[in-house]
C-alpha cells in the first residue's frame, strides 16, 4: 500500500500558519493531519473551523481531519464544509460508530475510525469493511509531543492482519510520538500512513524529515 505522510499541524507556529502551510506544500507529505480538540472528549481544547479554514486556503494537501470531539455526528457537515476529504473520528466518543460512518460518507468524503490506546483493536471489527482508514493512536489523544507507547507495534500486527482479513485496501495510520526512530517499524507491522508532528516541525529541515520519514 501506498505510503503517505501526514503532518500534524497541531505541532506548527500558529503565528506564521500561512508559512508552515507553504512548506508542506513544498514537501513529498500528500496530506495534512488536523486536530480538533474539544476539552471533553480529551482535557485538551486546540482549535476549530476558522483555523481550519485558513489551513484550507493555504495548503494544497488533502486534509486529514482527526476529530477528538463528543457527539461527532453532530458536526460532520461542518467539518466536510470546512475542507475535510478525510473524517477521523473515535470509537469511544459516540454512541453508535456505524451512524457516524453514514453520515461521513453522506458528505462524500474519506472516513476513518480511530481507537486511543487503552481500547482493544478488536473492537473495530464490526467497522472495518465500512471504512477507508483505520487510525491506530500510539499515544493517549489529547496533546503533541508525547512518546510513543511500545506496546502499539503487537496492536498495530494485530489490526493489520484484521484488515488483511475483511478490508484489504483498509488504510492504517498512526499518530502519536512517530518519528525517524520508529518510522520504518510502524511500515513492517502494517501501517501506511504516518502522522507525525514535533518529529516534523522540530526539525531542522522539516522537508527533509518528511522524506526520511517516507523512506524509512
Ligand atoms: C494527539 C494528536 C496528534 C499529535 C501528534 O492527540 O492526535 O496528531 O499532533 O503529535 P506528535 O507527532 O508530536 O506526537
Ligand atoms: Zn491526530
Redesign the pocket.
Known sequence: MERIISP?I??ADFGDLKSECEMINRSDARWV?I?V?DGVF?PNISFGFPVIEAVRRHCTKLMDV?I?IVNPEKYVRRFAEAGARMLTFHYEATADPAVVIRLIRAEGIKVGITINPDVPVDKLRPFIADVDMVLL?T????????KFIPESFERLRALAGMRDELNPSCMIQV?????ASNASQLYECGANVL?????VFNAADPPAMIRQLLDA
Not at 175 to 179: A, I, L
Not at 195 to 199: D, F, I, N, R
Open positions: 500534524s497541531l505541532a493531519h486536530d480538540m480529551v482527526h477528538m493512536m499515544v493517549f489523544a489529547g496533546y503533541g509531543g508525547q499518530d502519536g510520538g512517530v518519528g502522522v507525525a508532528g514535533s518529529s
